[in-house]
DNA sequence: TAGGATCCACTGGTGGATCCGT
DNA sequence: ACGGATCCACCAGTGGATCCTA
């Protein structure tokens, strides 16, 4: 076994030792606060695990755990497992879309190899009450790499031939795009079909609850 | 006369009325303080001074006084009036500089209408001490702009063939090329001679202490 | 239900320049 | 003297996601 397997091995094992833990529990052990309402606090349980578990990365990351290539992932499920959000991956450059290829792309460097974190929440408790779940590591297989490849094939295509416009949260079985701003003002460059500048809103790729509910229950699924 | 000429001549009949006025002064009828230490407070003259004539401009700006096109810049000068320092333009961007020209750069149109208003610093006195000298409206000559012109030549030609390593502030007659960055570990990249990138660290343009020193004694002057 | 909108913390880059060793 | 190194404030962008109407 590889040192970076070794490593995968024991940050899995350091995750199944939170696991039934409160998620403000944990912040008080790291010396953080557990205030604020839900609205203001939306990183927040994310942030709390990444500390927990000791991710390095910084800014400007690829990885949550760059020497491990593991991205940390936090998801809100119900009592039965089942997600209660889509789960964001990472951005989506619209300027330079069309010289994207899936092999080499951020979003698919991301979800190579991802370590999902489910937080329990039952009721509409405010999330220090949510619960550490059985972690799950998770790869794409084959099967699902194909049909990843194929949801993002249809997005750099039509931002390719500069139809933006029809770049909406319809599409993409598994991985979707939609607004990503701390603000709906906030413009970004993308061209159109003609070439032309055209300012556009950021976007990112999510991951559809329906999928990561599957995958949870079980990693090779291959939901609708 | 047109209404851009107008607001400029409101301008410089601002800044005149400024002449005399300690920068300290200015700052507390502004409602800042004067505090802190020479070195740790480098941008703050020039920041007074802005505020004081109500630059706009804010963000991503191109001036300071966008509607005017006009640019602001303080320059602390001794009592004989001769600058103790070079004089900064704008950055230089590495990446596309062979693409650039001058008749449509950045540094050019910074340039093209300058408002500098000197400030008179007497032994090593803190700069709340430095008093508003009368300002200078200037344009670049026909003649001006022509060495300006060859400077810039000179630095962008040295990029497009990739021997930035011999881009040192030795070169350019008024202009200057020097490093820009707020620690000394920034990097940003350029293109060497076979196109590969290379990580450099920010360089910005300067006005040498001998141009501007001639400049604010007569506009239209053509030192060394 | 889910597509589109939004929230906070943090930081790297930019704009304002001057410092300081050789 | 001056070429290379450095300083602070500020803010837009990124990374962490969840909110909230129709």
Redesign the pocket.
């Known amino acids: 076994m590889s040192a970076r397997e070794e490593g995968i091995e024991v940050l899995v094992a350091r995750a199944r030792g939170l696991v039934g833990m409160r998620v403000g529990d944990l912040a008080r052990s790291l010396g953080l606060s557990s205030e604020?309402d839900?609205?203001?606090?939306?990183?927040?349980?994310?942030?709390i695990?990444?500390l927990a578990l000791g991710?390095t990365?910084?800014?400007?990351?690829v990885h949550?755990f760059p020497e491990l290539g593991v991205?940390?992932?936090?998801?809100?499920v119900d009592l039965r497992g089942v997600p209660?959000?889509?789960?964001?991956v990472?951005?989506l450059s619209l300027a330079d879309a069309e010289m994207q290829e899936w092999d080499d792309s951020w979003v698919r460097a991301k979800l190579s190899h991802v370590l999902f974190i489910p937080?329990v929440a039952s009721d509409e408790e405010p999330?220090p009450a949510r619960r550490v779940a059985a972690p799950v590591l998770w790869s794409p297989t084959p099967e699902q790499d194909a049909i990843l490849r194929s949801d993002f094939d249809d997005v750099v295509g039509l931002i390719g031939v500069g139809r933006i416009e029809e770049l909406?949260?319809?599409r993409g079985r598994w991985l979707?795009v939609?607004?990503?701003?701390?603000?709906?003002?906030?413009?970004?460059t993308a061209y159109g079909a003609d070439g032309e500048h055209i300012a556009t809103?950021?976007r990112?790729f999510?991951l559809?609850?329906?999928f990561t509910g599957a995958i949870l229950a079980d990693p090779s699924a291959l939901p609708d």
Chains 1, 2 share one sequence.
């Open positions: 604020g839900a609205v203001r606090t939306k990183g927040t349980p994310g942030a695990l990444e991710a990365g910084g800014s400007s990351k949550d991205e940390l992932k936090t998801i809100p209660a959000e889509s789960t964001y990472c951005t937080l999330w909406t949260a319809h979707q939609r607004p990503k701003a701390a603000h709906g003002r906030v413009r970004t809103i950021p990112g999510y559809r609850p329906r």
